[in-house]
Nanobody, 124 residues
Framework: QVQVIESGGGLVQAGNSLRLSCTAS????????IGWFRQAPGREREFVAA????????NYHQSVKDRFTISRDRASGTAYLQMNLLKPEDTAVYYC?????????????????WGQGTQVTVSS
């Protein structure tokens, strides 16, 4: 079993930035893709961004492209989601997940291990 832990959430004003971090308990996760998803109250969980095992391929939801950047440090086993120009509609619980493979999938069923989530709240 792999434990996934997110951190870095909080309350910010619109236009500001936050950086989320994701660590996995086993180094085998360094060979897997990592994704970020989010879920707002009353809404389905949605894909945000994903990065392949070697960082070579990155995918983003259209709504965050050009504002969010996903990255990873394979040496430390940590992934990041840099979120700039935050909007109130970005408010959600953000989840980090470890892919079943090396690729950066955009569907939840592509991912095997999930964190508990970190709350991001953007005030207007």
């Amino acid at each position: 079993q792999v434990q996934v832990i997110e951190s870095g959430g909080g309350l910010v004003q619109a236009g500001n930035s936050l950086r989320l971090s994701c660590t996995a308990s086993r180094r085998t996760a360094t060979n897997n893709g990592i994704g970020w998803f989010r879920q707002a109250p009353g809404r389905e969980r949605e894909f945000v961004a994903a990065i392949a095992w070697n960082g070579g391929t990155r995918n983003y939801h259209q709504s965050v492209k050009d504002r969010f950047t996903i990255s990873r440090d394979r040496a430390s086993g940590t992934a990041y989601l840099q979120m700039n120009l935050l909007k109130p509609e970005d408010t959600a619980v953000y989840y980090c997940a470890i892919s079943r493979s090396a690729v950066a999938g955009s569907t939840a069923d592509s991912y095997q291990y999930w964190g508990q989530g970190t709350q991001v709240t953007v005030s207007s």
